[in-house]
Antibody, heavy 119, light 106 residues
Framework: EVQLLESGGGLVQPGESLRLSCTAS????????MAWVRQAPGKGLQYVSA??????YYADSVKGRFIISRDNSRNTLYLQMNSLRVEDTAVYYC??????????????WGQGTLVTVSS | DIQMTQSPSSLSASVGDRVTITCRAS??????LNWYQQKPGTVPNLLIY???SLQSGVPSRFSGSGSGTDFTLTISSLQPEDFATYYC????????FGQGTKVEVK
């Protein structure tokens, strides 16, 4: 069974940093692209970042502030979040990022970790 | 970024109703369009990918159609477990989601 377990969320002040982790099990982690998606409280879904085909991609809203990385030996995906803003407050989900011939989907999702940015 | 606009933002329906949700892209995205269902307190669940392909395990009452800029998710006969929020997502370029459509009990 695929399991994705996020951790590292919490309450921080604007301008501070936080590192999220997503530990995977139940599949061969190194064989899959992975992504982060967030959801502000009571709001919709927003793509944040993906690690796809060995390269990192970012939404414009986080480019230059967030860094995605992975450690295949630890089956773990990371999201280093710097210069956090109030508008970064959200539940952050990691997900398998799966490419078909015509589309790319967010497959299995973790349960998410809440990041709150507030003074 | 490609903007995705869903309509309506919410709707009220009864069990057994036929429900249609529309998603419009700000530019042509071919069939690079997916649909997710999210129930309160749970994570999103993939329903439809590539505009019209039913994800394994998803009931056949769900269907998707469209290409280019206009897409539709249809629930042929709404069931109690279908009351949820539905999101479209394009993958033609950097992924973007629609704002969601909440399907509520009438």
């Amino acid at each position: 069974e695929v399991q994705l377990l996020e951790s590292g969320g919490g309450l921080v002040q604007p301008g501070e940093s936080l590192r999220l982790s997503c530990t995977a099990s139940g599949f061969t982690f190194s064989n899959y692209d992975m992504a982060w998606v967030r959801q502000a409280p009571g709001k919709g879904l927003q793509y944040v970042s993906a690690f796809s085909a060995g390269s990192a991609y970012y939404a414009d809203s986080v480019k230059g502030r967030f860094i995605i990385s992975r450690d295949n030996s630890r089956n773990t995906l990371y999201l280093q979040m710097n210069s956090l803003r109030v508008e970064d407050t959200a539940v952050y989900y990691c997900a398998k990022y799966l490419t078909t011939t015509t589309t790319t989907i967010f497959g299995s999702w973790g349960q998410g970790t809440l990041v709150t940015v507030s003074s | 970024d490609i903007q995705m606009t869903q309509s309506p933002s919410s709707l009220s329906a009864s069990v057994g109703d036929r429900v249609t949700i529309t998603c419009r892209a700000s530019q042509s995205i071919s069939t690079s369009l997916n649909w997710y269902q999210q129930k309160p307190g749970t994570v999103p669940n993939l329903l439809i990918y590539s505009a019209s392909s039913l994800q394994s395990g998803v009931p056949s009452r769900f269907s998707g159609s469209g290409s280019g800029t206009d897409f539709t998710l249809t629930i042929s006969s709404l069931q109690p477990e279908d009351f949820a929020t539905y999101y479209c997502q394009q993958s033609y370029s950097a992924p973007t989601f629609g704002q969601g459509t909440k399907v509520e009990v009438k």
